[in-house]
């Protein structure tokens, strides 16, 4: 068996030791970017009751260069629904202005925005656990997206759950612990939605087959 390499060379100490401090500047960064796109989203809700008309006047004031980019962004307005529950609507035009800066996509800006209200809003523990440095952005992100559109009580039990595990916890899991959250608190619901995969997918179960079943930190400005 392969010995484990002995880092003897000073400048292979020094070079590690920069690998290290750069990845916490980078991690550090993104947690700044975050917390500033939450801020930057409070500081401008949402004024226009038709999206399209707001992204109409994000195409007008010249940030999308592109005829593609133009297009894109008035056909996704046309189609998406902008809110989640228990967060606040954000203005349409403030997404371009601040993912241009960030050098972003427009797109890309409203998903850090969104990902950044729903931690802020429906995950608190999440949320302060970020702020204060003990989880990644990336995987804080990850449940945010996974929660988003269901229920508050569901967003509250998953909160709860994976907070103290969220610096090691998997795709896998925690999809396992958003099924359990709908199962517990919103059982038919949840059979409704399985009935339906089932059916989109052309899958027949066998009834014999039993694997199968069917804070005080929250920002101002949270619903």
């Known amino acids: 068996m392969a010995s484990r390499t002995r ?61 593609s980019a133009r297009l894109e962004v008035l056909e996704q307005a046309a189609f998406e629904v902008f809110d989640d529950p228990g967060t606040p ?31 802020a809003c429906r995950l608190p523990q999440l949320f302060e656990a970020v702020r204060a440095g003990q989880v990644e952005v990336w995987r804080a992100r990850r449940v945010a997206q996974a929660i988003r559109m269901r229920p508050v009580d569901v967003a509250e039990y998953v909160d709860a759950a994976v907070t103290p595990i969220a610096d090691s916890i998997g795709s896998t899991r925690l999809e396992a612990l958003i099924d359990e959250a709908m199962l517990t608190l919103h059982a038919e619901e949840r059979e409704l939605e399985i009935e339906a995969a089932r059916e989109s997918y052309g899958v027949e179960l ?8 069917g804070s005080d930190h929250t920002p101002t400005g949270c619903v």
């Open 206 to 213: 066998l009834e014999s087959f039993h694997g199968f079943h």
């Open 89 to 119: 609507a954000v203005d349409w035009s403030a997404f371009a202005p601040m993912a241009a800066a960030m050098g972003r996509s427009t797109a890309a800006g409203k998903a850090l925005v969104t990902d950044a209200l729903a931690l």
């Open 7 to 67: 880092l003897t060379d000073p400048l292979d100490q020094a070079q590690l030791t920069g690998f290290a401090a750069r990845r916490r500047e980078r991690v550090r960064l993104e947690r700044e970017d975050l917390l500033e796109a939450l801020d930057w989203a409070l500081r401008h809700p949402a004024t226009e009751t038709e999206p399209y008309a707001a992204a109409r006047a994000v195409v007008d004031q010249g940030w999308l260069a592109e005829p």
